[in-house]
């Protein structure tokens, strides 16, 4: 099956379907691991000192067997809960380009882990599902908008 790992965290925080590892996993560890569409992946160790870790990014496939690596968690919207997974990913990347996961990381031999204990109390206050929506819809809109400026430069 197919492993995401933080490798396939691109610097925008997509993922970069070109380079996953292709893996046997247990059955029962598959179990456990099997992403499914609107999931989050965390990057939780690995990093560096000018990237640190705390990316996340929305695992949008619907087909295929894919698993998240040892240094990656996933977070998942239960059924009803009334979260856009879009929405929360966005919210998160804020966090980490706003800084908040660097504050928590420790580093052992080289690696940074990110203090997952903190970085599940982030308070997150949720509007109405209609509001994730268009939030989404004008981020979206405004970063085409900056690859289009990008773009003609």
């Not at 925080?13 to 099997?34: F, G, H, M, P, S």
């Not at 990656?72 to 804020?94: C, K, W």
Request: net charge negative; aromatic share 10%.
């Amino acid at each position: 099956m197919g492993v995401i790992r933080n490798a396939n965290f691109t610097k925008d925080c997509k993922l970069d379907y070109t380079n996953i590892a292709y893996l046997d996993v247990e059955v029962k560890q598959y179990e456990k691991r099997k992403l499914q569409c609107g999931d989050i992946i965390v990057e939780k160790s690995g990093g560096s000192d000018n990237q640190p870790v705390g990316r996340t990014i929305l695992f949008e496939r619907k087909d295929g067997d894919y698993s998240f690596s040892n240094f990656t968690s996933v977070l998942r919207i239960y059924d009803g809960y009334p979260a856009i997974p879009e929405f929360l990913n966005m919210f998160l990347q804020s966090i980490y380009q706003t800084g908040v996961t660097k504050r928590m990381q420790t580093q052992t031999t080289g690696i940074h882990n990110l203090i997952f204990d903190q970085f599940l109390a982030i308070p997150v206050l949720l509007p109405p599902i209609a509001e994730q929506s268009r939030i989404i819809n004008k981020v979206n809109e405004l970063f085409q908008l900056l690859d289009n400026m990008s773009a003609d430069l």
